[in-house]
């Protein structure tokens, strides 16, 4: 029997990402980490992309990892996963090895969105079984704080930082949830550690997807965020519920939202307790507040739309 | 027996493939590599070999793939050539400091830009000091006697390293020649059964690939890869000795060729070589003492034992099919004259750049280089240590 989604029954697993790892007190990233190998009742093989889950968490011969793990590079963590993957299933058919393992990358959205983009694309082509997941903190945090194509609209970074003439980050996010989707994967889907329960269901269903599988968690980082180091949880939610982080899945081409927040906050409820939109509530650059609202406004219509005819012919 | 056939360079490396049938490979087609590449996966598509592919986007994602594949625990292969290996460059050391036994075919081929699909040496010697353990091959018949040797070289307990075996991009990769092959059961012996080491996929004992090293232990982990390295030549001649019962050919760290009592000599590298012999039988004839040096193992570079052969020569020639940028002289010229550093008498060297991207290299370049070595011997002077042959002024 599989341990039941309940917090009483998966505080009784043990933890595979140990305390002790060095990622920075309130950072989203390890309690993702932790949530995801908690979902698992499977044996779990990870790899990872260079960042700052990597530099973290295994340094010299310290290693916080309890399940076999291997970082090689920035780029190439869907490809690594792949090897291993492919190794797996050669020393099976030979029946060398007989254990049920599932295989999950973990990369930033540096080493997602952008560098690892080709090498996520061919491995998920390729139908690898696993599932590549992209704790999205929306800029190469570990590098320090530089703009990625994650990043949102407006965002102060180091490299776009907000300034008279630029304020901020000119273009909109990468929507990379929408184009692994359309790689026609069988699953695809966004989470968010706020909604712990929703994240462990997406992982549960994808391990027992066959086939390779796309999970975006939204991972507040408070030194890029320049935010609270105890809101990750707050703002994750303020991220749901403002519909900037829609909790949706395609699963077989179907969309279907997962979590309609009660009541859908404004956008401003989300971006004020971060400091890297402060800019965007000085009385000029008003404009933008609104194209933001506006860009969320369009997507989360476009989502309903979507996911709503999909009920439509289910029913 | 084995049998004696008529094959290409590309035919023999994936014939040595499939006979050494490994677990997995992860490849990316490349001009002149593709065709070992084509005939492997015909094996895989026909049941031939156990072999699981990975048809990787690129390169670099060919060998990520190996060496997640490698790290999981078990016998893994790739072939490339060129801007290949070029866009495999930061993989090539993770695999050597990672310690993983891959092997990889490497067919020469020139670099870009101009772009040229070509032979010559500008990709292995871009990657000459990744880490990898090199086996360079005059002919397709090395070409397959070394990727069969390079299996248990790299895999060897006490190496664990990464192995390239270099051939000639078309002249030897797409040359038809006649090649001895060995039986199937010879070779799967041979390279016996892989032996996993921490691998991935062993869940009782969970290990961690690829950590963080600071400056508290980033020389230490350096210094070990360069001890590891130190190993290597003992381990070729062992495994070149065991080779030799299955095959009755011999191979050692270098050819020489009637270099015993010479006072002149040739070192080349690779398919160059033939044409090389052919030339020193004929100042031979002449009652000129020419000899020549083929380097094998070029990665680690056996420099005392090259040195010691090469020292007594009165002048020696080093012929790169690859330059060195910036007023420097050929890689292989640079590698010898350290070689012989150490000696108070040594050979009067020069340099020349031959058969860049394809380029002929013709007897008579052979024959301009060795009336030089005369000449120098003779008078203890030579007109310029480094120049192009063969190139139109």
């Known amino acids: 029997m599989a341990t039941e989604l309940r917090l009483k029954e998966l505080s009784k697993k043990d933890m595979l990402l140990t305390s002790g790892h060095r990622m920075c007190s309130g950072c989203g990233a390890p309690i993702i980490v932790k949530m995801v190998l908690l979902a698992s009742e499977y ?29 090689n590079a920035f780029e190439n963590a869907a490809a690594t996963i ?33 560098i690892g983009f080709q090498s996520l694309s061919g491995a998920m082509e390729r ?58 994967i069988p699953y695809a889907a966004q989470a968010s550690p706020s909604h712990w329960l929703d994240l462990m269901k997406k992982v549960r269903k994808a391990l027992e997807i066959k086939g390779p599988k796309f999970l975006n968690i939204i991972s507040p980082c408070n030194r890029g965020w ?43 409820d989300f971006l004020k307790p971060q400091g890297r939109f402060k800019h965007l509530f000085a009385p000029e650059n008003e404009w933008m507040l609104k194209k933001i609202q506006e860009d969320i406004d369009k997507e989360w219509a476009g989502l309903q739309k979507c996911s709503a005819a999909e009920e439509k012919k289910l029913e | 027996m084995g049998k004696i056939v008529a094959a290409t360079g590309n035919e023999a490396v994936a014939e040595a493939l499939r006979q050494v049938n490994p677990d997995v490979s992860s490849a990316y087609p490349i001009t002149p590599a593709t065709d070992i590449m084509q005939r492997f996966t015909s094996f895989v598509s026909n049941g031939k070999v156990k072999t ?60 870009s830009a101009p772009l040229n699909i070509h032979g010559d040496h500008s990709d292995g010697m871009g990657a000459r000091d990744c880490g990898w353990i090199q086996l360079w091959s005059e002919n397709a018949q090395e070409a397959y006697d070394n990727t069969i040797q390079a299996f248990r070289i790299a895999e060897h307990m006490d190496i664990r390293l990464p192995a390239m075996v270099c051939l000639d991009g078309f002249i030897v990769s797409h040359s038809i020649e006649r090649i001895e092959y060995l039986e199937d059961e010879k070779v799967r012996n041979f ?41 290597v030549p003992q381990v070729v001649l062992d495994v070149a000795k065991d080779f030799e019962k299955i095959s009755g050919r011999k191979y050692g760290l270098f050819e020489t060729y009637r270099l015993d009592d010479a006072e002149i000599g040739l070192v080349i590298l690779n398919s160059a070589a033939g044409t090389s012999k052919d030339v020193i039988d004929e100042f031979r004839n002449r009652g000129i003492k020419a000899g020549l040096l083929k380097p094998r ?38 590698d010898i004259a350290s070689s012989l550093y150490p000696y108070k008498d040594k050979p009067i060297l020069i340099n020349k750049i031959y058969g860049l991207g394809g380029r002929d290299y013709m007897p008579a370049h052979a024959e301009q280089a060795l009336s030089e070595l005369v000449e120098a011997a003779k008078t203890g002077k030579i007109k310029q240590i480094k120049e192009y042959i063969g190139v139109r002024e």
Request: include cysteine.
């Open chain 1, 43 to 71: 044996p779990i093989i990870a790899a990872n992309a260079t960042g700052c889950l990597e530099v973290s968490t295994c340094i010299s011969d310290y290693t916080a990892w309890k399940i076999p793990w291997i970082h």
């Open chain 1, 82 to 114: 792949s090897g291993v993957e492919t190794m797996y299933r050669a020393l099976k058919k030979q029946g060398k090895i007989d254990k049920e393992i599932k295989f999950i990358a973990f990369g930033g959205d540096g080493g997602t969105y952008d």
């Open chain 1, 127 to 184: 139908g690898h079984d696993m599932i590549y997941i992209c704790y999205d903190n929306g800029a190469y945090m570990n590098t320090g704080i530089q703009r990625s194509s994650a990043t949102p609209f407006g965002a102060d970074t180091t490299t776009c930082p907000a300034g008279s003439v630029i304020p901020g980050k000119p273009q909109n996010r990468k929507n990379l949830t929408k184009i692994m989707a359309a790689h026609n």
């Open chain 1, 226 to 268: 320049r935010s609270r180091t105890d809101d990750a949880i707050q703002l994750s939610r303020l991220a749901v519920e403002t519909c900037y982080w829609p909790l949706y899945e395609i699963e077989d081409g179907v969309t279907k939202i997962t979590v309609t927040p009660k009541e859908k906050k404004p956008i401003a």
């Open chain 2, 52 to 111: 699981e592919m990975i048809l990787v986007e690129s390169e670099h994602s060919a060998m990520s793939g190996c060496i997640g594949a490698s790290a999981a625990g078990g016998r893994v292969m790739t072939a490339t050539s060129s801007q290949g290996l070029a866009l495999m460059w930061e993989e090539l050391f993770i695999a050597s400091g990672t310690r993983l036994p891959i092997v990889m075919a490497l067919v020469n081929r020139a670099l």
């Open chain 2, 191 to 231: 390279a016996g059964e892989f032996k996993q080491l921490n691998p991935l996929l062993d869940l009782e004992h969970p290990v961690s690939y690829g950590p963080l090293i600071l400056t508290d232990y980033y020389m230490e982990y350096r210094r070990a890869q360069d001890e590891v390295m130190s190993k």
């Open chain 2, 297 to 334: 193992l070029y990665r680690p570079f056996p420099y005392k034992e090259i040195g010691e052969a090469l020292k007594g020569l009165k002048a020696v020639c080093v012929l790169d099919r690859a330059d060195a940028f910036g007023g420097s002289y050929g890689p292989l010229f640079i």
